[in-house]
């Protein structure tokens, strides 16, 4: 049988894995993120999941290793995770009323050979008040998140529409990746 691993701590990215297997270990790498430099948005989530993936596989021969990563990208600029509450702020007023994409890499290794792919999914929010962003910010779900919501929380009450796949907003393509981890069998 395989040795899979998850090389995330994200708790969405394992509840979504958990659809097709509770076979596998969670492995959080100490990939440092800051090192990776990419001329588009795409890239960037390609390099960082990369990176994560072969961070884990390193220290795993043999195992097959699972790596994302997930920003937002509005008109080019990246969001990713906010800093603080007042960054939090800022990403919810470039979102509100306005169209994004969400891309997400995925990355799988067994050492021998790496695989990847980017999924990217458009999204568009209704006009969001002051009031709603203020409140939005006060409380824990943005912090977590690249782009400072939760589409499987509060931000579903924001939706006007989305191409793509849903999964790829909340950190995993999970029909996709499961197509890929097929090549590993
Ligand atoms: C936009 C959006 C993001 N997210 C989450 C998915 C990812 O967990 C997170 C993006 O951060 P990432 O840096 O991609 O991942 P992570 O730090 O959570 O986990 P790891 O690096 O260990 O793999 O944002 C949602 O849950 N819902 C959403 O609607």
């Not at 390099?47 to 795993?60: D, F, N, T």
């Not at 409140?135 to 589409?151: L, V």
């Given at each position: 049988m395989m040795n899979l691993i998850?090389?995330?701590?994200?708790?969405?990215?394992?509840?979504l894995l958990s659809l097709y297997t509770t076979n596998f270990t969670v492995c959080v790498s100490?990939?440092?993120?800051s090192t990776v430099q990419a001329a588009t948005p795409a890239h960037l989530v390609e390099q960082l999941a990369r990176g994560k993936c072969l961070a884990v596989s390193a220290?795993?021969?043999?195992?097959?290793?699972?790596?994302?990563?997930?920003?937002?990208?509005?008109?080019?600029?990246?969001?990713?995770?906010?800093h603080s509450e007042e960054d939090a702020k800022r990403m919810l007023r470039a979102l509100s009323g306005a169209t994004h994409e969400v891309h997400t890499g995925v990355c799988?290794?067994?050492g021998a050979r790496t695989e990847s792919f980017v999924d990217s999914c458009r999204v568009t929010f209704f006009p969001l008040g002051e009031e709603e962003i203020d409140f939005y910010a006060s409380t824990a779900e943005p912090y977590?998140?690249?782009?400072?919501y939760a589409i499987q929380g509060r931000a579903a009450l924001w939706l006007d529409r989305?191409?793509?796949d849903y999964y790829t907003i909340m950190g995993l393509p999970v029909s996709r990746t499961v197509q890929l981890l097929a090549h590993f069998v």
């Amino acid at each position: 049988m395989m040795n899979l691993i998850l090389a995330s701590g994200s708790p969405r990215r394992r509840e979504l894995l958990s659809l097709y297997t509770t076979n596998f270990t969670v492995c959080v790498s100490d990939f440092d993120e800051s090192t990776v430099q990419a001329a588009t948005p795409a890239h960037l989530v390609e390099q960082l999941a990369r990176g994560k993936c072969l961070a884990v596989s390193a220290q795993h021969p043999g195992a097959v290793v699972i790596g994302c990563d997930t920003v937002v990208d509005v008109n080019g600029e990246v969001f990713g995770k906010p800093h603080s509450e007042e960054d939090a702020k800022r990403m919810l007023r470039a979102l509100s009323g306005a169209t994004h994409e969400v891309h997400t890499g995925v990355c799988i290794s067994d050492g021998a050979r790496t695989e990847s792919f980017v999924d990217s999914c458009r999204v568009t929010f209704f006009p969001l008040g002051e009031e709603e962003i203020d409140f939005y910010a006060s409380t824990a779900e943005p912090y977590d998140k690249a782009g400072a919501y939760a589409i499987q929380g509060r931000a579903a009450l924001w939706l006007d529409r989305i191409e793509g796949d849903y999964y790829t907003i909340m950190g995993l393509p999970v029909s996709r990746t499961v197509q890929l981890l097929a090549h590993f069998v």
